[in-house]
């Protein structure tokens, strides 16, 4: 496990009647090698114009449409559309419909670690495989 990463398991849940247009999902879970938050943004709101210094970001619609500007170009994306944008990019988010717009924001800087991953063939199981080497369960 890395250094400083909680452990065990914990819950949280998305809140999308919150008076607060940003709310750290990060915190609530004790996530401590990427950001994840949700946002809400009513009919006519907009976020700044920003970009980072090291953070790619992922927005998902959850629901409503976003107005997505990038360098100044504006793409609408609807429910379960997701976009990727890098770090040096200028973005803006804006909720140019008359509906509420939810969206989940996930961002981090650090090298992903794939493939680390161990699966097992049962709860009683006590060795692990790579996932790929383990079969998928039957279905229910």
């Not at 920003?50 to 609408?76: D, F, I, M, N, S």
């Not at 961002?107 to 009683?124: K, L, N, P, T």
């Amino acid at each position: 496990m890395m250094q400083g990463m909680e452990t065990g398991v914990s819950y949280a849940k998305l809140d999308p009647d919150s008076d607060e247009r940003f709310l750290s999902l990060r915190r609530a879970l004790g996530v401590t090698t990427f950001g994840v938050n949700q946002i809400i943004l009513r009919p006519g709101q907009r976020g700044r114009i920003h970009k980072h210094l090291h953070q790619e970001e992922v927005y998902l619609v959850l629901a409503g449409t976003l107005t997505l500007g990038v360098e100044g170009e504006e793409r609408e994306l609807t429910q379960g559309e997701i976009v990727r944008v890098a770090p040096e990019v200028r973005r803006q988010l804006v909720n140019a419909s008359q509906e509420d717009c939810l969206l989940l924001a996930l961002g981090g800087a650090i090298e992903h670690v794939g493939r680390d991953g161990e699966a097992y063939e049962s709860w009683d199981a006590e060795a692990g495989a790579p996932p790929q080497q383990v079969p998928l369960p039957g279905d229910l």
